[in-house]
């Protein structure tokens, strides 16, 4: 029935005692509430971590009596284990390993249920399990209490606090070092239990933490790591489709350059077919009015010339049927 306050204080000489751990060489892989004793000491509290029963040796090989550690397929308790325990060999462990374990433990404190599902863990077989640890990302803090409906006012009053305010208090910073110590990727953890409990000692006194939220880069990152199969689907429909739509926008272009090359030569023969028009309207026009030409020995000449105009327009008329302007001219150049 601590204040938030009070449980970061106390959380941070966990920190403490599982960095003099790391000091004397060793990981302690199975940090849980259980292994974390409080006792009072001049009306004080002082937490104990006890149980190192599966510790590890930080540099020094494994002794004898140690040895089933390395056989066992999972070393700890799934609720607060560390990605890397999760894996098939669970020996690729370092100090980070207790970190990940101290993040766990924070996040209970503060919410009063762990990461991930008691419940659902139960039910699951142990590769899912294992898949979960590694992949799954648990929901924040400040997001997971507000999923615990009636359980909530409960864990709201054992902080001391009202629902809204124990939300404000688990929003920003304090989200920020939890996740950080819950990172999947190792290097992106806090380095020591030391680093984590200075860390949350800034946030008590109202200094600027170093946990930070991951970028949207990283986020989408670690999401294209876990559904690699599904973005390569996606991702070669996408292909599909600008492919697809490359190619009928090229088509597409092309045909409206072919027609508008085509419309372009129609105005142009439309064109010189006018000026050839406008040539023998104004050669016939010429022939047919010339004074010279209607003078004595000069009409078999005008003849001629009338008839090669005729020509022409019924040139025109064959090229151009059911024109009723140029039947109109044909009609006034036999006139």
Same mark, same amino acid.
Request: net charge neutral; glycine share 4%; charged share 25%.
């Given at each position: 029935?601590?204040?938030?306050?009070?449980?970061?204080?106390?959380?941070?000489?966990?920190?403490?005692?599982?960095?003099?751990?790391?000091?004397?060489?060793?990981?302690?892989?199975?940090?849980?509430?259980?292994?974390?004793?409080?006792?009072?000491?001049?009306?004080?509290?002082?937490?104990?971590?006890?149980?190192?029963?599966?510790? $590890?040796?930080?540099?020094?090989?494994?002794?004898?009596?140690?040895?089933?550690?390395?056989?066992?397929?999972?070393?700890?308790?799934?609720?607060?284990?560390?990605?890397?325990?999760?894996?098939?060999?669970?020996?690729?462990?370092?100090?980070?390993?207790?970190?990940?374990?101290?993040?766990?433990?924070?996040?209970?404190?503060?919410?009063?249920?762990?990461?991930?599902?008691?419940?659902?863990?139960? $039910?699951?077989?142990?590769?899912?399990?294992?898949?979960?640890?590694?992949?799954?990302?648990?929901?924040?803090?400040?997001?997971?209490?507000?999923?615990?409906?009636?359980?909530?006012?409960?864990?709201?009053?054992?902080?001391?606090?009202?629902?809204?305010?124990?939300?404000?208090?688990?929003?920003?910073?304090?989200?920020?070092?939890?996740? $950080?110590?819950?990172?999947?990727?190792?290097?992106?953890?806090?380095?020591?239990?030391?680093?984590?409990?200075?860390?949350?000692?800034?946030?008590?006194?109202?200094?600027?933490?170093?946990?930070?939220?991951?970028?949207?880069?990283?986020?989408?990152?670690?999401?294209?790591?876990?559904?690699?199969?599904?973005?390569?689907?996606?991702?070669?429909?996408?292909?599909?489709?600008?492919?697809?739509?490359?190619?009928?926008?090229?088509?597409?272009?092309?045909?409206?350059?072919?027609?508008?090359?085509?419309?372009?030569?129609?105005?142009?023969?439309?064109?010189?077919?006018?000026?050839?028009?406008?040539?023998?309207?104004?050669?016939?026009?010429?022939?047919?009015?010339?004074?010279?030409?209607?003078?004595?020995?000069?009409?078999?000449?005008?003849?001629?010339?009338?008839?090669?105009?005729?020509?022409?327009?019924?040139?025109?008329?064959?090229?151009?049927?059911?024109?009723?302007?140029?039947?109109?001219?044909?009609?006034?150049?036999?006139?």
């Amino acid at each position: 029935r601590y204040t938030t306050r009070q449980r970061l204080e106390l959380f941070t000489q966990v920190c403490q005692a599982v960095q003099h751990a790391h000091l004397k060489g060793v990981i302690h892989r199975d940090i849980k509430p259980s292994n974390v004793l409080v006792t009072h000491f001049d009306a004080a509290p002082v937490p104990k971590v006890i149980d190192f029963g599966i510790a $590890k040796a930080v540099h020094q090989p494994l002794t004898d009596a140690s040895v089933y550690t390395q056989v066992a397929q999972m070393v700890g308790t799934p609720l607060y284990m560390s990605p890397e325990q999760a894996e098939r060999t669970g020996q690729d462990v370092d100090t980070r390993t207790d970190v990940y374990s101290l993040g766990v433990l924070l996040y209970e404190l503060l919410t009063g249920t762990t990461p991930f599902d008691k419940e659902r863990l139960k $039910k699951s077989g142990l590769d899912e399990v294992k898949r979960i640890i590694r992949e799954e990302e648990p929901p924040r803090p400040s997001t997971r209490v507000s999923t615990l409906d009636a359980a909530l006012t409960t864990v709201a009053e054992k902080h001391h606090t009202e629902l809204r305010s124990l939300k404000h208090q688990l929003q920003g910073e304090l989200d920020w070092i939890v996740m $950080k110590a819950l990172e999947k990727d190792r290097s992106r953890r806090y380095e020591s239990a030391n680093e984590l409990a200075r860390d949350v000692q800034r946030y008590l006194d109202d200094e600027a933490v170093e946990a930070c939220p991951p970028s949207k880069m990283y986020r989408f990152g670690k999401f294209a790591r876990r559904h690699r199969v599904m973005l390569a689907a996606l991702c070669a429909v996408i292909l599909a489709l600008i492919v697809g739509g490359s190619l009928a926008t090229w088509q597409a272009t092309v045909a409206t350059q072919e027609r508008q090359a085509t419309e372009r030569q129609r105005q142009i023969a439309q064109e010189n077919f006018e000026r050839a028009r406008n040539a023998v309207d104004t050669y016939l026009t010429k022939v047919s009015e010339d004074e010279l030409l209607n003078t004595p020995g000069m009409q078999p000449l005008r003849k001629d010339l009338l008839q090669l105009a005729l020509k022409y327009y019924q040139d025109f008329v064959a090229e151009r049927e059911n024109d009723p302007g140029l039947e109109a001219d044909l009609a006034s150049a036999y006139m």
